[in-house]
């Protein structure tokens, strides 16, 4: 009986598989995830164990669903994974990741032991030890999502937050005692809190949310009243979304039932930010889906550089990484199955310029 065999018992705990053979992330109370994290443990001791009886070299076995582009598959809309494990070995992932999957292990046990929370920065400088970069950790951390299924929330691990909301929002939580506290967003922009999504109410007149790419946009918009005019909420999620600014995106879409919008620069980049918060990534393998909101894409378009009349002098030509980006986007299954975004895709290209928001300043 190999180590695969010797884990069988621990594989099924999980619910790997759902109507449509997928791989999906629980969301896990803090003793579920502890109760998981022992029976691994105890799997990899009877694994040292039999192999001691058998009198056979014992090679350390970890079995993490994958989280690849291969294995990108789009289900009503969203990306999702085909249910998919590999078993990695030592001699796969190499000693270093190994034991640093098992630091990480150590870290949230301790952790949630405590009932205890940790950005993903802190646990960083709490291993620094054992990892030479915050890219190496968060990796890491990834891979431990994959091997317990389950989300980073349930881990107690959350990501530092830069993304901020504002306008017609009020967000509601519990204070220290019970009583519930009011945070109101009309008359200062709200830093996005990377622990509060998940318990937070809303409460709101709006009748959109408007997702802006560019901090600066978002400030001038807020200072420009945007939110009196037009009834919205404001999200800005800095370029690229952390899962803080997405998570927040996702409750305020369902709780509030408003149109999402996006404003991004017209460039590949852009496109891709919109298909981020529409879709999801597969970087963040099987819990991606949770996060995905129907984001529907405002600006920029081709259709506003026709009409606008921009001045050439405020665009930027394609450099070969939005080249080879934009041929990347072009061969997404999201992209190549929508004629609207195939379309405007393919004009961008074609045009082989781009332009930033920050170029509107032109008309005041």
């Known amino acids: 009986m190999d180590h695969h065999d ?16 997928l791989s999906v992330s629980e969301h896990l109370r803090p003793e579920e995830v502890l109760a998981r994290v022992e ?10 164990t039999r192999s001691e009886q058998d009198g056979g070299p014992f090679i350390p076995t970890l079995i993490i669903a994958k989280r690849d582009i291969a294995s990108r598959v789009m289900v009503r ?49 709490s291993m620094i030890n054992d990892f030479s970069s915050q890219q190496e950790t968060n990796h890491i951390i990834q891979e431990v999502v994959a091997l317990l299924n ?14 901020e909301v504002a306008g017609r929002l009020t967000i ?3 204070g220290p005692h019970g009583a519930m506290r009011h945070h109101e ?9 990377a622990s509060m999504s998940p318990l937070l109410r809303f409460q709101s007149d709006a009748r959109y949310i408007i997702v802006i790419e560019k901090d600066g946009i978002f400030q001038r918009l807020f200072e420009d ?14 370029g690229y979304p952390d899962l803080a600014t997405r998570a927040l995106l996702k409750g305020l879409s369902e709780q509030l039932r408003l149109p999402v919008v996006g404003v991004v620069d017209y460039n590949v980049h852009g496109m891709e930010i919109i298909l981020t918060y529409k879709l999801g ?6 819990e991606t889906f949770r996060y995905t909101v129907d984001v529907k894409w405002l600006a920029l378009r081709d259709d506003h550089i026709q009409q606008l009349g921009i001045p050439a002098a405020a665009f930027q030509a394609f450099s070969p990484r939005d080249h080879q980006k934009g041929a990347a986007l072009l061969r997404h299954p999201y992209v190549a199955g929508d004629h609207a975004y195939r379309t405007e895709l393919e004009r961008m290209i074609e045009r082989g310029k781009k332009l930033e928001l920050q170029a509107l300043y032109h008309f005041g």
Not at 6 to 21: A, T
Not at 150 to 159: H, K, P
Not at 225 to 238: D, E, Q, S, T, Y
């Open 6 to 21: 010797s884990i069988q018992p621990y594989l099924e705990q999980y619910e790997f598989f759902d109507p449509c053979h």
């Open 39 to 48: 029976l691994l443990i105890m799997s990899l001791l009877a694994a040292v």
């Open 77 to 125: 809309g969203q990306v999702r994974l085909k249910l998919a494990v590999q078993k990695k070995t030592m001699n796969h992932i190499g000693v270093l990741n190994y034991s640093r999957i098992w630091c990480v292990l150590a870290f949230v046990y301790a952790t949630l032991l405590e009932g205890k929370t940790s950005t993903q920065r802190e646990a960083y400088y």
């Open 150 to 163: 389950c989300t980073r929330l349930s881990l107690g691990l959350i990501a530092s937050s830069k993304g």
């Open 172 to 174: 509601l939580d519990q």
């Open 185 to 193: 967003c009309a008359t200062v922009p709200r830093p996005i809190d």
């Open 225 to 238: 009243n945007i939110h009196k005019i037009l009834p919205c909420v404001l999200v800005c999620g800095r």
């Open 281 to 286: 990534s597969v970087r963040m393998g099987t």
